[in-house]
């Protein structure tokens, strides 16, 4: 199970039946655990991968590397699952919470985050815009950066998703909140 450069961490799939390696090379890379042969393309950061995760149901993997973002993504397919989830400093740890509904990651800044992952969203782009607020208390910023936002923009998001017969029954809401 070689990489282009050094192995930086593994991860069996719930199954036993796959390998998950992630490497300084910035690639994260499937493998058959019983013959060692890689499958599917390698999954890329920009920098080295740190930390990887198998969900609990094995559909899908978790990437954390020093390029300062953690990344779900399908295991099916290999492709990326959302937008990536954005550090101060690089990751070093990641996790799937039992129920596959949410990821904790770890960073270099001395910080673990909680991330809300929602199952699925549908409507329109304001709407969507809306979900994020309220399930993970952040937006999108300038150049696709992801900022807290204030209690009174999280309140206002959840109260445009509850009149448009949407009922968030869980989100972490801004810090404060």
């Not at 192995?7 to 300084?24: E, M, N």
């Not at 890329?44 to 390029?67: E, Y």
């Amino acid at each position: 199970m070689a990489h282009k450069d050094t192995v930086q961490a593994v991860a069996f799939s719930p199954d036993g039946r796959h390998v998950l390696t992630g490497s300084k090379d910035g690639t994260a890379r499937f493998w058959d655990a019983a013959d060692g042969r890689p499958f599917g393309q390698p999954m890329a950061h920009k920098d080295a991968v740190q930390a990887v995760a198998f969900s609990p149901d094995g559909r899908h993997v978790l990437t954390g590397s020093l390029d300062r973002t953690a990344q779900v993504w399908d295991a099916a397919n290999g492709r990326p699952v959302g937008q990536p989830m954005v550090h101060g400093e690089g990751i070093a740890a990641v996790a799937f919470s039992p129920g596959d509904r949410s990821v904790l990651t770890a960073g270099l800044e001395q910080s673990a985050r909680l991330w809300v992952i929602p199952t699925r969203v549908e409507g329109d782009p304001e709407q969507v815009a809306d979900w994020v607020r309220v399930l993970t208390g952040q937006e999108f910023g300038p150049e696709d950066t992801l900022r807290m936002i204030d209690v009174p923009a999280w309140r206002e998001s959840r109260r445009r998703l509850s009149g448009s017969g949407y009922t968030p029954t869980s989100g972490g809401g801004p810090r404060g909140q």
